[in-house]
């Protein structure tokens, strides 16, 4: 069984600070194991690079550069900072595959609304430039996002550890979004996410550990890795009804697919 990590972020400093031992050798051991691939998602100039840099010593794992709706923020220069991560991709990065991570953010006080509108705005109009896929974070800003999403018909993307309700996720699919499931999904309580699971259809389907953040059941609250998302497959298979294998082998297909990686897959 191999299986695919569409969204972390291991640039983040609970790896310097919670992780015992180093994490990058921890990487190589799951890479020589079953983890096919992982994407490393930017939040800022600074993290972008830092995603590049480490996605570089690891031969499966690819980078994606933007300014997430809380970085936007705390920004000095939110805009230049837009440019300068759209010139990022203009270096001859073959591990860059995505614009993101970019969207809204409803849940912390205070936010700057329309801040979030212009900085997301401004970075679908990047991934338009570049033909490149987005990784769209919605949080309590569902009809914000999905409007957004309706103004770029050309572009494409995921809507990842999605949170919204069964007709939206259906809506993105029918305008060809993938929907990506956290380890949220494999929650006791989550039965709202797990209906939406059941009724996708299975190749609009991805999973992801969102790490170092949201660690599935029964892993909850501790530091989260790729290693853990057996755990988050084991959940859609649940739902699925379908044994993990083969669970597995869409979920992984659909990833390299999405990435635009089919040629680098073994
Ligand atoms: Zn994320």
Redesign the pocket.
């Given at each position: 069984m191999r299986y695919f990590d569409t969204?972390a972020?291991y640039f983040d400093s609970r790896f310097d600070t919670e992780w015992q031992g180093s994490i990058e050798e921890h990487l190589d051991g799951l890479f020589q194991g079953e983890l096919a691939g992982v994407v490393n998602?930017g939040t800022s100039l600074a993290s972008s690079k830092a995603a590049i840099a480490q996605a570089m010593r690891h031969e499966n794992m690819y980078a994606a550069a933007g300014l997430h709706p809380g970085d936007a923020g705390d920004a000095t220069a939110p805009f230049e900072e837009i440019k300068a991560i759209e010139a990022l991709f203009a270096e001859p990065r073959h591990k860059l595959v995505a614009v993101g991570?970019i969207g809204l953010d409803y849940h912390f006080l205070p936010f700057d609304k329309d801040l979030q509108a212009e900085c997301f705005h401004r970075q679908m109009e990047m991934a338009e430039r570049l033909a490149l896929p987005v990784l769209i974070?919605d949080r309590e800003a569902h009809e914000d996002c999905l409007s957004m999403v309706r103004r770029f018909p050309k572009v494409c993307g995921v809507f990842?550890s999605y949170s919204g309700s069964t007709p939206m996720a259906e809506e993105l699919v029918s305008r060809g979004y993938m929907i990506s499931f956290s380890g949220t999904v494999s929650f006791k309580n989550a039965r709202r996410v797990k209906e939406v699971a059941a009724a996708l259809p299975k190749h609009a389907v991805m999973i992801e550990t969102?790490c170092p953040y949201l660690a599935p059941h029964p892993h909850r609250g501790e530091i989260n890795h790729s290693g853990l998302l057996p755990c988050t497959l084991a959940a859609i298979s649940e739902v699925w009804q379908m044994d993990m294998e083969e669970c597995a082998s869409i979920l992984l297909e659909n990833s390299w697919r999405f990435y635009g990686l089919d040629g680098r897959k073994e």
């Open positions: 969204h972020h998602v991570e974070h990842h969102d």
